[in-house]
């Protein structure tokens, strides 16, 4: 099972994820980075083509293998916050919500 958040750094947060067996969710695996480009949180996870894909902070996606080893990372951008994301077929679905002018947020989903 994997379960992605938050963690302390000691000077704000820093995206977390982990492996935990399913029968009694002890822990097998963590990763954690204090990276800007992670944002501080991430949202959610899904698991597609023997790959792990986290949403995070910022519109970003961190792509890991099963074993969490980082293989790649896109996007990134203030002002947005992915918060969903699932897969069907060959795409990833991802959707969250962005903020505009005077303080308003609209939801965005991309494909």
Same mark, same amino acid.
């Given at each position: 099972?994997?379960?992605?958040?938050?963690?302390?750094?000691?000077?704000? +947060?820093? %995206?977390?994820?982990?492996?935990?067996?399913?029968? *009694?969710?002890? @822990?097998? &695996?963590?990763? /954690?980075?204090? *990276?800007? &480009?992670? #944002?501080?949180?991430?949202? *959610?996870? =899904?698991?597609?083509?023997?790959?792990? +894909?986290?949403?995070?902070?910022?519109? #970003?996606?961190?792509? !890991? *293998? %099963?074993? @969490?080893?980082?293989?790649?990372?896109? #996007?990134?951008? &203030?002002?947005?916050?992915? =918060?969903?994301?699932?897969?069907?077929?060959? +795409? %990833? +679905?991802?959707?969250?919500?962005? !903020?505009?002018? /005077?303080?308003? =947020? &609209?939801?965005?989903?991309?494909?």
């Amino acid at each position: 099972m994997y379960v992605v958040g938050a963690q302390s750094t000691g000077y704000g +947060y820093g %995206l977390r994820v982990e492996v935990r067996l399913k029968p *009694d969710e002890s @822990l097998a &695996r963590v990763w /954690s980075s204090a *990276d800007p &480009r992670f #944002g501080a949180y991430s949202a *959610d996870c =899904t698991v597609a083509g023997g790959r792990l +894909y986290v949403v995070h902070e910022g519109w #970003g996606i961190a792509v !890991f *293998d %099963l074993e @969490l080893n980082p293989l790649n990372h896109v #996007g990134g951008s &203030r002002g947005a916050s992915a =918060t969903s994301v699932v897969s069907h077929g060959s +795409y %990833l +679905y991802v959707a969250g919500c962005e !903020f505009v002018e /005077s303080g308003y =947020t &609209r939801w965005r989903v991309e494909k």
